[in-house]
């Protein structure tokens, strides 16, 4: 395992900010092969640099980095846009930002960023691949300057949300509100990425937040250096991976059958992975799916039941289990537990809990949704009254 530290051969903040010379290069590589810098998770390297800077930190010091790491975004934006644009909108970009590159605004100008982009990616096999159909735009609809501003905004927004949250956290401050079309302006001046000298009664570009901390061109041809030789190696894979764009999805309970017989049948009879042996009361976690016995002794770790062992290492004190041979669910929160009822119901609505009445149950996915809501919003607490002490023996 890697350890970063402030002085680390590894760590990513050298790459971020200082030129290397080839050989250096070089000697990275044949060391061992790293993942191109444009196809790193630029979350991941936020939370690296926090971990290994100096505590506490100080919020000029995070301001720093967030400057530095949407410096590299933005050009994985500008990298997924060429490779989503068709070989005539690759050579109108690249010829129509050339002419802006000597001017005194080339460093935060798109036009001329992304030409020098395609320019730099063009020297390998980054654009040899045919042309996806399903990769670039529907042939109708051209690009123009107002629809590339707003794709770099919403490649950028995710990372702007984060980190927006990360340093309310860290240094408390209140969170800003704002409407849709202004969020990326708000955001961006929250996390001081705005210049000084920004207006808003002038029109916006996203490219004006960035703050090259060398050589603009010269740190973006390093970057897609190492993409142009990522792409010699693996030519099919270059397009796919550019244009994984994040998308985030709240966190789900386990989707469960709509028939409880087909939980039943199946878990009935199942041997517990831990004592090899058929539990008497089996239960499924609802987070992880991971098969429990409830209140076994057989399972029991330092005085702690398997259920109880498993709401610690999987929620953090948190669990929801599912009881196989009572079609209820239970809820462990910390030293205390209660019974929430169940998400199977009978033709009529009603539960059959410990199945004395052998009905069929099916699934009612408006109670399943109350408890996955409940589960994310953190309100078992507020709105389950009934608890009770578990004494470490579910």
Same mark, same amino acid.
């Given at each position: 395992?890697?350890?970063?530290?402030?002085?680390?051969?590894? *760590?990513?903040?050298?790459?971020?900010?200082?030129?290397?010379?080839?050989?250096?290069?070089?000697?990275?590589?044949?060391?061992?092969?790293?993942?191109?810098?444009?196809?790193?998770?630029?979350?991941?390297?936020?939370?690296?640099?926090?971990?290994?800077?100096?505590?506490?930190?100080?919020? =000029?010091?995070?301001?720093?980095?967030?400057?530095?790491?949407?410096?590299?975004?933005?050009?994985? &934006?500008?990298?997924?846009?060429?490779?989503?644009?068709?070989?005539?909108?690759?050579?109108?970009?690249?010829?129509?930002? &050339?002419?802006?590159?000597?001017?005194?605004?080339?460093?935060?100008?798109?036009? &001329?960023?992304?030409?020098?982009?395609?320019?730099?990616?063009?020297?390998?096999?980054?654009?040899?691949?045919?042309?996806?159909?399903?990769?670039?735009?529907?042939?109708?609809?051209?690009?123009?300057?107002?629809?590339?501003?707003?794709?770099?905004?919403?490649?950028?927004?995710?990372?702007?949300?984060?980190?927006?949250?990360?340093?309310?956290?860290?240094?408390?401050?209140?969170?800003?509100?704002?409407?849709?079309?202004? =969020?990326?302006?708000?955001?961006?001046?929250?996390?001081?990425?705005?210049?000084?000298?920004?207006?808003?009664?002038?029109?916006?570009?996203? &490219?004006?937040?960035?703050?090259?901390?060398?050589?603009?061109?010269?740190?973006?041809?390093?970057?897609?250096?190492?993409?142009?030789?990522?792409?010699?190696?693996?030519?099919?894979?270059?397009?796919?991976?550019?244009?994984?764009?994040?998308?985030?999805?709240?966190?789900?309970?386990?989707?469960?059958?709509?028939?409880?017989?087909?939980?039943?049948?199946?878990?009935?009879?199942?041997?517990?992975?831990?004592?090899?042996?058929?539990?008497?009361?089996?239960?499924?976690?609802?987070?992880?799916?991971?098969?429990?016995?409830?209140?076994?002794?057989?399972?029991?770790?330092?005085?702690?039941?398997?259920?109880?062992?498993?709401?610690? *290492?999987?929620?953090?004190?948190?669990?929801?289990?599912?009881?196989?041979?009572?079609?209820?669910?239970?809820?462990?929160?910390?030293?205390?537990?209660?019974?929430?009822?169940?998400?199977?119901?009978?033709?009529?609505?009603?539960?059959?809990?410990?199945?004395?009445?052998?009905?069929?149950?099916?699934?009612?996915?408006?109670?399943?949704?109350?408890?996955?809501?409940?589960?994310?919003?953190?309100?078992?607490?507020?709105? *389950?009254?009934?608890?009770?002490?578990?004494?470490?023996?579910?």
């Amino acid at each position: 395992m890697r350890l970063y530290s402030i002085d680390s051969a590894y *760590n990513p903040w050298k790459k971020l900010t200082q030129l290397m010379e080839d050989e250096n290069l070089q000697m990275c590589g044949e060391d061992q092969p790293e993942v191109p810098f444009l196809y790193r998770d630029v979350l991941s390297l936020l939370l690296i640099q926090i971990l290994t800077m100096p505590q506490p930190l100080h919020k =000029e010091h995070f301001t720093c980095i967030i400057k530095v790491l949407f410096t590299l975004l933005y050009i994985q &934006a500008l990298v997924a846009l060429s490779v989503k644009g068709s070989i005539d909108d690759r050579t109108t970009w690249m010829n129509s930002g &050339a002419m802006k590159k000597n001017m005194s605004n080339a460093k935060t100008s798109h036009e &001329a960023l992304l030409s020098h982009v395609i320019s730099e990616l063009s020297k390998g096999k980054v654009y040899d691949q045919e042309e996806a159909e399903d990769l670039s735009m529907d042939s109708n609809s051209a690009w123009c300057p107002h629809s590339i501003e707003t794709y770099l905004q919403q490649f950028c927004l995710p990372f702007l949300r984060i980190t927006s949250l990360l340093q309310h956290h860290l240094f408390g401050g209140d969170l800003p509100s704002c409407q849709e079309d202004e =969020e990326f302006t708000v955001l961006a001046n929250c996390l001081g990425l705005l210049p000084s000298s920004f207006q808003s009664s002038h029109q916006f570009s996203s &490219a004006s937040c960035l703050d090259w901390p060398v050589p603009a061109f010269d740190i973006i041809s390093q970057w897609c250096s190492e993409l142009v030789s990522f792409a010699d190696k693996h030519p099919k894979q270059v397009k796919v991976l550019s244009l994984q764009e994040s998308k985030w999805d709240l966190p789900r309970l386990l989707q469960l059958p709509e028939n409880y017989n087909t939980i039943f049948q199946y878990y009935h009879r199942k041997s517990c992975s831990v004592c090899t042996k058929v539990p008497k009361d089996p239960a499924v976690c609802l987070v992880c799916g991971t098969f429990v016995c409830l209140k076994g002794l057989c399972c029991k770790q330092q005085s702690y039941c398997e259920c109880v062992l498993h709401s610690q *290492n999987c929620g953090a004190g948190t669990g929801i289990f599912l009881l196989i041979n009572a079609s209820v669910i239970i809820i462990i929160r910390g030293h205390r537990f209660c019974l929430w009822g169940s998400v199977y119901l009978d033709a009529h609505g009603e539960e059959d809990r410990d199945l004395r009445r052998g009905k069929p149950l099916y699934m009612c996915k408006e109670r399943y949704k109350v408890l996955e809501h409940q589960w994310i919003s953190h309100t078992f607490d507020h709105i *389950n009254k009934r608890w009770g002490p578990h004494y470490n023996g579910l």
